[in-house]
């Protein structure tokens, strides 16, 4: 007798030959074709998110662009999130990825406003704050880049923590955090990151700052990239995040721009000097 | 054997639409010692009164701390209220964890409410034998929730479920405009007054029988037996005394 | 009744010889001990009014909020059993919630009370279970405006394909009640719980059917609402209660599409009226009596 339980009350192999089990999918032991696979890089893709923090509040920007590839697809992407009136999320990175993480935050907003009511102050005090949101974020990011399937963003979150005082942090597709004054992802974190630096050195620093030198410096550091970062372009998104609210601007024009310097640079492109 | 035939299971209704299976749970309620609850603009406490078996045995578990910022004060099954005190700190990890952020106590209240209730409509389950007044501080402030085993939960300024809690809640409608502006001092003595008006005769408060639970702004919740609530017991009928029920004050010298 | 003592009563499911479940209909029973709900489908949103009886003293004022949101556009009032309410509203977040994630668009309240009608109904068909001991009220606003799909980004074609045709309107207030049964009705105004009698008279004296010309405003109708709660609770004067309300607007209107509680100002207001018509009835009566 097999003294397999698994066997019994099946076909018995020795009689009807071992199952045929090509038909079946791979884990029910159907033929191994290939592997399970994952994303293994972006597709459509938003550049740089910058942000800086000042006495009171956080600025934040990014452009207006998705890419597919080196194609500059899609020309009107909202890349900043507002979540609540305390914290707002910006996207860098797959644009599918994004649309996720937004619907995922919409049903995490239903959530809170199951029991909030936008009369009562104590119910505005215990609003979600942008350290509880960045928390959450990291906590989704970790679990897919700990699951072989990254969402594939570098994210910053910012607005005010639990004690209204100015919070940004970032998480990114590797499920990486970490907090500063200043922060920018992908080109930006080249370009625009040294320049913020210097506005704004330190937490300190950045204690002393006002909103309009804050939103001065962040304007720059977008112009800044438009000259140099061919992912980008020079429509783009801004808000503000303080006791007052959010304040989102989601057409703004780059002004002032000088292509003075383009002729100058060599080493690169047609020139053969 | 049964009272009548709608009072078998949970999952009947009687012709007056009751479900007796869960009016009887509540009944075991009211076989456990009482305990109290009260909260003021800055704190929540909770007052408990414990039982021994016998005279060398110990004395019961009647205040449970679930999380840094709250917890629990039960009366009637007490293995019940662990199944429940063992998901609520589950689930206050988990709040901490993914949100760093204490759980909401209306949110942790309406979890187990919904667990609760799932027991009174299910063939082959009861419903919970233990009542639980949950208190605490949030990000709201302070709260008081009471639990039932039907599932009810509510949000009150003061509460007292167990036995002879009556007489507890008699007193804590008396008193019931002092409790906002109590300092954490006489929050606590209000919580033992009320405790105390509920005992039988032959019974006093001491501090081998007494729990308490205190929680406020800024302060964690914390739990105070034994030699810690020496003090309070010697003070908290005392001041009574000399206030409005001077009468009744004399009694506790006695 | 002829119920009791046939034995046919004993168990949810089963139908006696003249083709009744008892146990749905003592489940009713149960909803008509329940202070008094009840729902308003106006013009230009839905307002939703319960009368919540207050059982002891030491209950905290303003607090225990049972009037309930189920997506940001709708929301639920029951009266009965109410723990088995809270299940019913908890079932109708996690349909809204599955609807958003396979369709990425907010669910029709038409959607909703089907869904939750047969969710209802299964309750009534196994000895395993109970019927719910409540009866619901839902009501929403499915948005005229056009909106996108949730995590759009960027407005897409204007026209051609996945463009949009011109002309075609939907969306509106809508408002159903559903019960133990899972029988469900679309209604103009809806009420139940104790008072639900003379809060029905109060309702059918409304201007609610759109085919009889323009329907009461929003605003006329959470005023409307609080009077037809005082005038339910005369029924049972001797219990104290509080008024609860919310109410759902257009995207135009005062809430924005959503399901919000009514600001403080406006509910006092409405409370001081209806009050003021109370007392005008009594005088009116007393008058009478004069004459």
Redesign the interface.
């Known amino acids: 007798m097999n003294h397999n339980p698994q066997a019994w009350g099946r076909p018995r192999d020795d009689v009807y030959g071992a199952y045929n089990s090509q038909y079946l999918p791979q884990h029910h032991g159907g033929p191994s074709a290939h592997p399970t696979t994952h994303t293994q890089s972006p597709i459509v893709t938003g550049t740089s998110v910058i942000a800086i923090k000042y006495s009171t509040g956080v600025v934040i920007a990014a452009d207006n662009l998705a890419s597919y590839g080196s194609l500059a697809r899609f020309t009107d992407v909202k890349r900043l999130k507002p979540f609540n009136r305390k914290a707002v999320v910006g996207f860098g990175g797959d644009v599918s990825d994004m649309q996720y993480l937004d619907r995922l935050l919409s049903s995490l907003d239903v959530q809170e406003n199951y029991s909030h009511n936008n009369d009562d102050p104590e119910d505005t005090k215990a609003l979600m704050s942008a350290k509880n949101l960045h928390t959450y974020l990291a906590k989704v990011m970790y679990k897919r880049r700990s699951d072989f399937n990254p969402l594939w963003n570098s994210l910053l979150i910012c607005g005010l923590d639990e004690k209204n005082k100015p919070f940004l942090a970032t998480a990114d597709l590797l499920g990486t955090t970490y907090s500063a004054p200043t922060l920018a992802t992908g080109f930006g974190a080249h370009l625009a990151q040294p320049l913020l630096r210097k506005a704004v050195p330190d937490e300190e620093a950045s204690q002393k700052l006002d909103k309009e030198t804050a939103v001065e410096v962040v304007r720059e550091c977008m112009k800044v990239l438009f000259y140099r970062d061919a992912r980008s372009m020079n429509e783009y998104s801004i808000a503000v995040v303080d006791e007052k609210g959010v304040e989102l601007k989601e057409k703004e024009k780059l002004e002032n721009q000088s292509w003075a310097f383009a002729d100058q640079i060599r080493g690169y492109g047609t020139q053969t000097v | 054997m049964f009272r009548n035939n709608y009072d078998n299971d949970s999952v009947t209704f009687s012709p007056q639409g009751r479900i007796f299976q869960v009016e009887y749970a509540q009944e075991a309620v009211k076989q456990g010692s009482v305990v109290v609850g009260i909260v003021s603009k800055t704190h929540a406490v909770l007052a408990a009164l414990k039982r021994n078996a016998e005279e060398l045995s110990s004395y019961q578990k009647k205040i449970i701390p679930i999380d840094t910022h709250f917890g629990i004060a039960l009366a009637g099954l007490a293995s019940d209220a662990r199944v429940l005190s063992n998901f609520m700190k589950q689930q206050s990890l988990a709040s901490r964890l993914t949100y760093d952020r204490p759980i909401f106590l209306s949110e942790i209240t309406s979890r187990i409410g919904d667990r609760a209730q799932t027991n009174t409509q299910q063939y082959g389950k009861r419903p919970y034998g233990v009542g639980l007044l949950i208190a605490g501080v949030d990000a709201k402030g302070p709260h008081l929730f009471e639990f039932q085993p039907s599932g009810v939960t509510q949000e009150m300024i003061a509460c007292g479920i167990g036995a002879r809690s009556q007489m507890a809640r008699t007193y804590l409608e008396r008193n019931l405009d002092e409790f906002e502006g109590s300092s954490r001092e006489e929050l606590i003595k209000h919580a033992l007054c009320a405790l105390k008006d509920s005992l039988s005769q032959d019974k006093e408060l001491t501090i081998d029988n007494t729990s308490l639970g205190v929680g406020g702004i800024d302060e964690n919740f914390k739990m105070y037996e034994g030699q810690d609530i020496a003090g309070w017991l010697e003070t908290a009928f005392e001041s009574k005394a000399e206030g409005e029920e001077g009468g009744e004050g004399m009694e506790v010298d006695s | 009744?002829t119920?009791?003592g046939t034995g046919y009563?004993?168990?949810?499911s089963v139908f006696s010889p003249d083709g009744r479940n008892?146990?749905v209909e003592?489940?009713?029973?149960?909803?008509?001990?329940g202070g008094t709900a009840i729902g308003i489908r106006c013009k230009d949103g839905v307002v939703l009014a319960l009368e919540k009886l207050v059982s002891?003293?030491?209950?905290?004022k303003d607090?225990?909020?049972r009037i309930?949101?189920v997506?940001?556009h709708v929301g639920v009032v029951h009266s009965g059993?109410?723990?088995?309410g809270?299940?019913f509203v908890?079932r109708s977040?996690d349909e809204?919630?599955s609807w958003?994630?396979t369709y990425?668009a907010p669910i029709p309240v038409s959607s909703l009370a089907n869904r939750m009608g047969a969710y209802v109904q299964a309750?009534t068909l196994y000895?395993?279970?109970?019927?719910f001991?409540i009866t619901a009220i839902v009501g929403g606003y499915d948005a005229e405006t056009e909106v996108d799909v949730?995590?759009?980004?960027?407005?897409g074609p204007k026209s051609g394909s996945g463009g949009k045709s011109k002309g075609v309107k939907e969306g509106g207030p809508y408002l159903y009640m559903i019960e133990p049964s899972g029988l469900y009705w679309g209604y103009y105004g809806a009420a139940t719980g104790k008072g639900r009698q003379s809060a029905k008279s109060e309702l059918e004296k409304l201007k609610l059917d759109p085919k009889d010309g323009d329907c009461i405003s929003l605003e006329e109708g959470v005023k409307e609402a609080a009077r037809i709660i005082y005038v339910a609770h005369e029924d049972s004067k001797d219990k104290d209660f509080e008024l609860e309300m919310t109410w759902i607007s257009a995207v135009s209107g005062p809430t924005k599409g959503r399901h919000?509680?009514v600001?403080?100002e406006l509910r006092e207001e409405a409370e001081r009226l209806a009050k003021k018509s109370l007392e005008g009835e009594d005088e009116d009566e007393e008058g009478k009596m004069e004459e």
């Open positions: 009744m119920s009791i009563d004993l168990s949810n008892f146990q003592y489940a009713v029973k149960a909803v008509e001990n002891s003293k030491l209950l905290k607090a225990n909020k309930a949101t997506d940001r059993l109410l723990p088995d809270r299940h908890s977040r809204a919630s958003r994630s990425k309750y000895s395993s279970v109970r019927p001991g949730d995590g759009a980004v960027g407005s919000e509680e600001p403080k």
